[in-house]
């Protein structure tokens, strides 16, 4: 079973997208793949429950499916910092907490888990802790997900700084094209491939609907995919 964890650039950066990209491509290679958003914040109600439309988008990309609660265990309304959000609502997350739903998770036997995080790297989830802290310590290979856009290159190498410095192991990284007027696309991508030492797994072009990924042989290596 192989686990990875997606974090980002920043929030809205195209983590969702990518997983859900990323489910797809394992699908369609007859792969068992489920997706899992541990940690979400801004929900609505529906069929008496909270839900996240990251966590139903990744749920309809999966080729394993699990009840909603598995998927996305800790859930609060407000599009809030989570650990807020988690204040505000008299609770509390812990990596003992999420130690508890990644077992459920693994459970449910999928040959691929993908992580989806929240925010950035470098996430808090209560007054000490952070959701990196939980990465690191079930020492879950990250994927980051890069949106390409002006500023890019600062919060991608100060992210890769971090995970080097956490000792966390990044597997590769994604460009997400969510600018489709950024200038010098090219250039900034050959920048970061000059600065990351960790291979390029695939560019996710501009795309509202049947968006597909440009998919590097790092790639296919990783999910032990042959072409
Ligand atoms: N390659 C792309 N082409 C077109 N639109 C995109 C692309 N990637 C992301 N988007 C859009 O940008 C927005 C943010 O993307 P997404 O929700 O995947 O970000 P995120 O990093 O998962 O955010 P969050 O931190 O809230 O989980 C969404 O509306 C999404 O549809
Ligand atoms: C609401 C948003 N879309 C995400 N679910 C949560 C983003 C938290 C970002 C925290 C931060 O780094 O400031
Ligand atoms: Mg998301």
Known sequence: MNSFFITGTDTEVGKTHVTCLLLKFLTQHKRSAIGFK????????????????DALNIMESSNVHAKYEI???????????????????????????LNHHYKEILSVGAEFTLVEGAGGWSLPINDTEYLSDWVK?????????????????????????????????????????????????????ESLKQRIDAPLLAVAPF????????????LTDLLTIKL
């Open 38 to 53: 541990p940690i979400a914040a801004g929900a609505e109600e529906a069929f008496g429950q909270l839900v996240n439309e």
């Open 71 to 97: 998927i996305n265990p800790i859930c609060f309304e407000p599009p809030i910092a989570p650990h807020i959000a988690a204040q505000r609502a008299g609770k509390e997350i812990s990596q003992i907490e």
């Open 137 to 189: 310590a079930r020492e879950i290979p990250v994927i980051l997900v890069v949106g390409m856009k002006l500023g890019c290159l600062n919060h991608t190498l100060l992210t890769m700084q971090a995970l080097k410095t956490q000792g966390v192991k990044c597997v590769g990284w994604v460009a997400n094209e969510i600018d489709p007027n950024m200038s010098e696309f090219e250039a900034n991508l």
């Open 207 to 218: 795309a509202k609907s049947k968006a597909k990924l440009k998919i590097y042989k790092a």
